[in-house]
């Protein structure tokens, strides 16, 4: 019914930037809130980055200052603007899509980052 189509992953040096974006379609009438999480090998899923729809954003301490979340609210769409990156970067990332009318959460499949020294 909800389709998230994540894009934007790859390999990049340190220092490098790269731009994720999360397409949600199907039976959407509202998008309440949209975020990024990652998960790096041995390691739990933590937040990156989230943006609410009443404009509130919150981002992770470690990447605070480099990325930047943004919306596009008329696509259903959420982007990840990731500057400055860093080897500890490197992770699967993850687009989280919460709903309301219904209240429901999304995940997408995930995207790899990989950021080189």
């Known amino acids: 019914q909800v389709h998230l189509v994540e894009s934007g992953g790859g390999l990049v040096q340190a220092g490098g930037s790269l731009r994720l974006s999360c397409a949600a379609s199907?039976?959407?009438?509202?998008?309440?809130?949209m975020g990024w999480y990652r998960q790096a090998p041995g390691k739990q899923r933590e937040l990156v980055a989230t943006?609410?729809?009443?404009?509130?954003?919150n981002y992770a301490v470690s990447v605070e200052g480099r990325f930047t979340i943004s919306r596009d609210n008329a696509k259903n769409t959420v982007f990840l603007q990731m500057n400055s990156l860093k080897p500890e970067d490197t992770a699967v990332y993850y687009c989280?899509?919460?709903?309301?009318?219904?209240?429901?959460?999304?995940w997408g499949q995930g995207t790899q980052v990989t950021v080189s020294s």
């Open positions: 943006s609410t729809s009443a404009g509130s954003t």
């Open positions: 989280n899509v919460l709903t309301h009318w219904p209240v429901i959460n999304y």
């Open positions: 199907g039976n959407i009438f509202s998008i309440n809130a």
